[in-house]
T-cell receptor, first 109, second 113 residues
């Protein structure tokens, strides 16, 4: 299957906590994108990972691509209320992007 | 730099009325263009994509159609809206030849009553 499974679906934490969200597939994929979407707005591309084992950092966000290129994770350190939003992973498949269902993150002050 | 616009931002339409949503891209030539629908703030479903003027590919059978009358203009239409057409519609673009990295517009919230 080319489906992407994201977990957890919902996450509510306090400001300052750390968290990790996951994106998994049973298929190998060539690259994976992470997007963040705020309510009422379009998704914004955060990062693209292409190499198995690759780690990319974007300030307090750390993205990792699994060695077998079937999974990815997003770790946020010391979460802030501004991190609140829907986090979507997406992979290329059949000439199009296939999206996971997203992880809805709420960071409370 | 490239920018993508969508309008209207919000639309409330009665069942059976027509629909026209517009998307335009600035700062790039011959982009790939996409229409997605997002239900209840969850994953995105690809509706249509276009690799050039007049070239439209439909991903799912539905009550909607798309057209690309100009290089950087993409229109989503319906002749008669259904209740199930309600949702958040997103337009996106990517560089020609690359469908993996897409950039999204601000979206249109459609409510069919």
């Amino acid at each position: 299957t080319q489906l992407l499974e994201q977990s957890p679906q919902f996450l509510s934490i306090q400001e300052g906590e750390n968290l990790t969200v996951y994106c998994n597939s049973s298929s190998v994929f060539s690259s994976l994108q992470w997007y963040r979407q705020e309510p009422g707005e379009g998704p914004v591309l955060l990062v693209t990972v292409v190499t198995g084992g690759e780690v990319k950092k974007l300030k307090r966000l750390t993205f990792q691509f699994g060695d077998a290129r079937k999974d990815s994770s997003l770790h946020i350190t010391a979460a802030q209320p501004g991190d609140t939003g829907l986090y979507l992973c997406a992979r290329a498949g059949g000439g199009k992007l296939i999206f996971g269902q997203g992880t809805e993150l709420s960071v409370k002050p | 730099s490239q920018t993508i616009h969508q309008w209207p931002a919000t639309l409330v339409q009665p069942v059976g009325s027509p629909l026209s949503l517009e998307c335009t891209v600035e700062g790039t030539s011959n982009p790939n263009l996409y229409w997605y629908r997002q239900a209840a703030g969850r994953g995105l479903q690809l509706l249509f994509y276009s690799v050039g003027i007049g070239q439209i590919s439909s991903e799912v059978p539905q009550n909607l159609s798309a057209s690309r009358p100009q290089d950087r203009q993409f229109i989503l239409s319906s002749k008669k809206l259904l209740l199930s057409d309600s949702g958040f519609y997103l337009c996106a673009w990517s560089v020609s030849g690359n469908r993996e990295t897409q950039y999204f517009g601000p979206g249109t919230r459609l409510l069919v009553l």
